[in-house]
């Protein structure tokens, strides 16, 4: 389990198709700290950590599945796209952000920026399906980061990023047409599957 809330930005330092994808991931994590089979969320993805090295920086490997591919932005990671990173929550750890799982639900793409102030306004559009799951003032995870939906009109949502937000995390990099990992709120899913049987 994940908060949200980002810890590191790591950037691919290499990428190799064995069967699944397998990704080197640059990070300024005291790799020391990691086990070998722990789970660091990668721009929202929960993955499993399955080498670590210091040469000729801090890194670390994961394998990414050919669904975990398909259902996720990983098919356009490129070496140096830069990645939000999390580790794992563990008990006793701040819950700054929300409950998120890393399992992330589809793929959402941005399709307006404007500048606010000092803030930037993005308008994402979800995938229909996972469209009834964003609410106004609700959560969602974006390549990771725990946000605040503003305001929905269909299946466009806005969210409102302030500076730090944009250089704590990748999100200053982004443009329209940029593909996001969306996951939704654990809690929207299960209160909609509840009202199926009302």
């Keep these: 389990m994940f908060t949200g809330i980002i810890t590191d930005i790591g ?80 008990v006793g750890d701040e819950l700054g952000g929300h409950i998120v799982s890393g399992h992330v639900d589809g793929v959402a793409e941005v399709v307006g920026m404007t500048d606010e102030g000092d803030s930037t306004r993005v308008t994402f559009r979800a995938p229909d399906d996972l469209a009834r799951f964003i609410a106004p003032k609700g959560s969602v995870a974006l390549n990771g980061t725990s946000l605040t939906v503003n305001e929905v009109n269909g299946t466009d949502f806005g969210i409102n990023f302030i500076p730090h937000t944009k250089t704590a995390t990748t999100w200053g990099d982004t443009q329209v047409g940029d593909r996001i990992n969306l996951e939704i709120d654990t809690m929207a899913r299960y209160v909609a599957r509840l009202r199926e049987y009302e």
């Design 11 to 90: 950037h691919v330092l290499e990428l190799e198709q064995r069967g699944d994808l397998r990704a080197r991931v640059g990070t300024g994590y005291d790799i020391g700290s990691i086990d070998i089979g722990a789970s660091i969320a990668c721009d929202g993805v929960c993955l499993t950590v399955i080498a670590l090295g210091a040469e000729p920086q801090n890194w670390f490997d994961v394998e990414i599945s050919a669904e975990t591919v398909g259902a996720t932005n990983a098919d356009k990671w490129q070496t140096g796209k830069r990645l939000n990173l999390e580790r794992a929550l563990k």
